[in-house]
């Protein structure tokens, strides 16, 4: 029953594609993983780490507020393992956004400050999004927010939230690029199964092509999981390098309860030629 599920799954992936890697998918409960994972997680982590130049971010400073982009919702998970922001943005300008810096600070119950992603050392995935395009809605993902021993993390998903935290978003001005939607570099997400790891818990996996001539960079893969309109669920894979017109396996793993969700996939494009 598990494989015709990731069948059926793969083929609406590859229907769904969209510029900026859109795939939404059913999480079944207690779904079996499709194929191992623990051997390409380990993978893929070596190629990260084989990548520094990812790494060593000089800091996030947002002087100025962008009119352009409005920060509809934010959400803050949390589960045994980790906690994970959620940002949804929409771009409201004409024109495409790139490098958005979101600045997030999460606070207890009292106001207390928690975390911020602004300090020095992040990834630069980990402080903006690569691009947002005009009228559409982006679901930007921070799973690695560190927080105080005991401030938040729980058994299950939501965790952050019944332990009275919360998290605020703040969104800097980008450069606009001035290129019809058409002329960017597109991704297509497909192949997508349901993934269940007895240490990292459930995810899902699949392929990202790079349907373009531009070779990307530091390409991330944002998974959003919803239950009854509710964010539930969120996780993030960054692949080190895309060639052009070339494929990678992506695994991303989920912070939060997503047993019966609906997971929204995007993989925005990161380098522009």
């Known amino acids: 029953m598990g494989s ?35 051997e390409k997680s380990a993978q893929l982590e070596r190629a990260a780490k084989a990548h ?7 800091g996030l400073s947002i002087t100025k507020a962008s009119h352009d982009v409005q920060v509809l919702a934010t ?14 943005l929409r771009d409201d300008s004409p024109y495409a956004l790139r490098d958005v810096p979101i600045a997030i600070t999460v606070r207890d119950a009292q106001g207390r400050v928690l975390y911020q992603n602004t300090g020095a050392g992040l990834s630069q995935s980990l402080t ?13 993902v921070d799973d690695q927010v560190q927080l105080p021993t005991g401030a938040g993390n729980a058994s299950s998903g939501g965790g952050a939230q019944a332990r009275g935290l919360s998290v605020q978003a703040r969104v800097g001005e980008a450069p606009e690029v001035h290129e019809p939607a058409g002329a960017l570099p597109r991704l297509e997400i497909s192949q997508v199964h349901s993934l269940e790891d007895q240490g990292l818990g459930e995810g899902a996996a699949g392929t990202l092509r790079n349907a373009s ?20 669920a969120a996780g993030r894979a960054e692949l080190p390098m895309l060639s052009a017109d070339a494929s990678a396996q992506f695994e991303l793993f989920l912070v939060g309860d997503a047993k019966g969700a609906t997971l929204a996939l995007s993989a925005p494009p990161s380098t522009f030629g």
């Open 213 to 232: 001539s531009v070779s990307q960079t530091n390409v991330v893969v944002y998974g959003v999981a919803r239950r009854a309109g509710r964010i539930v």
């Open 75 to 88: 959400a803050l998970l949390a589960n045994a393992e980790a906690t994970a922001a959620v940002v949804i």
């Open 128 to 140: 903006s999004a690569a691009l947002l395009e005009p009228g559409l809605q982006f679901n930007w």
């Open 52 to 58: 520094p130049a990812a790494l060593g971010h000089s």
């Open 4 to 38: 015709q599920w990731c069948k059926r799954l793969g083929r609406a992936a590859r229907r769904a594609g969209a510029h900026h890697a859109l795939v939404v998918a059913a999480l079944v409960p207690g779904l079996a993983a499709c194929e191992s994972t623990q």
